[in-house]
């Protein structure tokens, strides 16, 4: 039974894949080459940070919609890339730099907009602290890029994640829920804060998760790099 359940967990997550595979099957049907869905991605994070800077209720609604958007369309640029056969090395380091300046932008906002609300310089602060978690686990992803380019010169981020093994133990599931959850489903948590308007209660959490990600990150990339 618990061997069952962890399998539809693996099956399960990351709940944003249920998105970017119909989505996929449309931008399949263009034009669209997959770094022109990176840039769009990007495009969408930098709206949802915009949106959030200004710490209103209806704006930041708008925002976490956005920032989904941006998510869906990060997981489709790889999938096309897969499907039409067209990964490149500027493909994948233009990802996750787009990963990188999303999430970082959008702490970096959240934290202005909550500050200039609240007359309270620190929440400004604790979004910057968040943004260098984000650049620090950026480095991470750079460094191990580095150490697989001779393995496979053109992997993207999210297809680097799929190649760790199943997880094996307790810590394991709990580092494989705790990394889907604040990386690829991240987008669905904002937008449930956003809804209810406490999507302030991120910046502490996310001051110190931060960190705590990209330490576990650390240690599951050498995990899935020594196996």
Known sequence: ????????????????????????LILLKTSFTPNQITFLSLVCGILCAVFFSYGVYHLEIIGAFFLVISYTLDNCDGEVARIKNMSSEFGAKFDDMVDWIVDASFFIALGYGVSQVNEQIFWFWLGIIAALGAFIDYIVDLHYHSKNKEKNDAIRREERAEQFKQPQNTLDWLIYIFHKLSRADFCFIVLILALFNITYILLPFAAIGAQIYWITDLFERARGYHT
């Open 1 to 24: 039974m618990i061997y069952r359940i962890k399998n539809s967990l693996i099956d399960y997550f990351p709940i944003i894949r249920h998105l970017s595979c119909r989505l996929t």
